[in-house]
Nanobody
């Protein structure tokens, strides 16, 4: 059974940094992709970035390009999302989702989801 555990959310001030982590268990040696999605107030959930078991990573959200670092640990089936220069628009619930394949921003193909972690950006 696949289980995703997220950590790292919290309250930060504008301009500060935050690191989110996601560990997926139950994938064994299968190829994997872990994508971060964000659900902001009044908006649809959107893909932020993805880390693959091949070591490749992708950024999907234009508004965070240049401000995030996507990384992971292939042996642990884990991914991290470090966000710098946080803005109020970055606030929301961040979910990690995993699949046994390559990265994609398409939400519907992910069948394993974490519980979500809240990121609040306020002074």
């Amino acid at each position: 059974q696949v289980q995703l555990v997220e950590s790292g959310g919290g309250l930060v001030q504008p301009g500060e940094s935050l690191r989110l982590s996601c560990v997926a268990s139950g994938f064994g040696m299968a190829p994997f992709a872990i994508t971060w999605f964000r659900q902001s107030a009044g908006k649809e959930r959107e893909a932020v970035a993805c880390f693959e078991g091949t070591g490749r990573h992708f950024t999907y959200l234009d508004s965070v390009k240049g401000r995030i670092t996507v990384s992971g640990d292939v042996a642990k089936t884990a991914a991290s999302l470090e966000m710098n220069g946080l803005k109020s628009d970055d606030a929301g619930i961040y979910y990690c989702a995993a699949r046994r394949s390559f990265c994609t921003h398409i939400e519907s193909v992910y069948d394993n989801w974490g519980q979500g972690t809240q990121v609040t950006v306020a002074s």
